[in-house]
């Protein structure tokens, strides 16, 4: 088993740590780690389902990075254990000017939302819009949210005000199946992938939707 991966550069290290610190504040939870090719993808659940008659929709974050360690791997891991290890790292090479190394935690096991593997080919393209949408929608979602749950909430009303909150449908490409959730406006927007006025291209296949920004890509599986 791999024990540790190999970024390029400590800019490479910064934005992992960002993402991931995004990621902790709206599920703090568990990342998939998939390594391979030069390549790491990090993926982060915005927004799962909660038992097999719940129909929220899967929304899940991805940023890529690219490594230096040509070992591939796939591992789930604790979101906060792995940064804790970047911050380790970050500060013991605080001038290192080429790649690090960064030991992995210990596997999370039981993790039911990294068990689903988005398509890694034949995705078709449907269309694109601005990503404006998505921040006025992440905006509406959140302020409906917060009204709708009052101090103290039990966790299930929780989930339940935000699964049909989220699982609403965005008015973006009339006519596409499966349709784009505002779950993927939130995730989008809580993980910084929507920044000044980019357009979002939407990709599909199956029961999966892919949204693709500059900054990072959110999968959506109904």
């Known amino acids: 088993m791999v024990q540790f991966f190999t970024?390029?550069?400590?800019?490479?290290?910064?934005?992992?740590?960002?993402?991931?610190?995004?990621?902790?504040?709206?599920?703090?939870?568990?990342?998939?780690?998939?390594?391979?090719?030069?390549?790491?993808?990090?993926?982060?659940?915005?927004?799962?389902?909660?038992?097999?008659?719940?129909?929220?929709?899967?929304?899940?974050?991805?940023?890529?990075?690219?490594?230096?360690?040509?070992?591939?791997?796939?591992?789930?891991?604790?979101?906060?254990?792995?940064?804790?290890?970047?911050?380790?790292?970050s500060v013991q090479n605080n001038s290192a000017s080429g790649p690090l190394e960064i030991p992995l935690p210990p596997p999370e096991q039981g993790i039911a939302w990294a068990g689903i593997s988005p398509p890694r080919g034949g995705w078709e393209r449907a269309g694109s819009f601005g990503s404006d949408v998505l921040e006025v929608a992440a905006r509406a979602g959140i302020a409906e949210v917060a009204a709708a749950v009052p101090d103290n909430t039990g966790e299930q009303l929780v989930h339940k005000v935000r699964s049909e909150v989220w699982?609403?449908?965005?008015?973006?490409?009339?006519?596409?199946?499966?349709?784009?959730?505002?779950?993927?406006?939130?995730?989008?927007?809580?993980?910084?992938?929507?920044?000044?006025?980019?357009?979002v291209a939407v990709f599909h296949t199956g029961l999966w939707?892919?949204?693709?920004?500059?900054?990072?890509?959110?999968?959506v599986r109904r």
Request: aromatic fraction near 6%.
């Open 7 to 89: 970024l390029i550069d400590a800019a490479s290290l910064g934005d992992l740590k960002v993402y991931l610190g995004r990621a902790a504040r709206v599920e703090n939870g568990a990342v998939r780690l998939i390594g391979g090719f030069g390549v790491l993808a990090a993926y982060t659940a915005t927004l799962t389902a909660k038992g097999l008659l719940d129909q929220t929709p899967t929304v899940l974050g991805l940023r890529t990075f690219a490594l230096a360690s040509p070992e591939p791997f796939d591992v789930v891991v604790s979101i906060r254990a792995l940064l804790d290890r970047l911050a380790q790292v």
């Open 167 to 199: 699982g609403r449908d965005l008015d973006v490409l009339p006519g596409l199946t499966p349709r784009v959730p505002a779950g993927a406006a939130f995730c989008a927007v809580s993980l910084g992938f929507v920044k000044g006025a980019d357009d």
């Open 209 to 219: 939707l892919r949204l693709t920004l500059k900054r990072g890509h959110v999968l």
